[in-house]
């Protein structure tokens, strides 16, 4: 899917206009690209984070000459897909998580389950 197809997508799914679907992914791509580059991590819960990551400087090697050349360090943006994404894509129902579950002690220490004998 190119970038055309992904707002004629979205504004059939949202009931809009293809300019107001447009304008939306810009404005959107162009939020996440800036907090990205100012350092920030960008969470959509389910789908994935967008994150910076820094790469150490490192010596390389030029494919045509085999000669060394030295690699600057520079930050790269990261993707990492979220559990509801990646289950989508596997084809795969997202597990749900389920809400621990408060045990409750009753307040008599007897136990429930003991037999009493009639005395003779």
């Known amino acids: 899917m190119n970038k055309s197809e992904l707002i004629d997508a979205l504004a059939e799914k949202v ?16 939020i996440i690209t800036t907090a990205v580059a100012k350092g920030d991590d960008v969470a ?12 150490a400087a490192r010596v390389g090697k030029n494919p ?10 520079t930050t790269v943006p990261k993707f990492s897909a ?18 621990p579950v408060a045990v409750k002690k009753s307040a ?11 005395p003779y």
Request: zero cysteines.
């Open 44 to 55: 959509l819960i389910g789908f994935g984070t967008f994150k910076p990551s820094k790469r």
């Open 108 to 118: 008599d220490k007897s136990p429930k389950t003991a037999i009493r004998r009639k």
């Open 64 to 73: 045509s000459t085999g000669e060394a050349l030295k690699i600057a360090a």
């Open 15 to 30: 009931g809009v206009s293809k300019a107001v679907a447009g304008k939306s992914i810009e404005a959107l791509v162009g």
């Open 82 to 99: 979220g559990t509801k994404f990646k289950a989508a894509v596997a084809g795969k129902k997202a597990a749900k998580v389920s809400k």
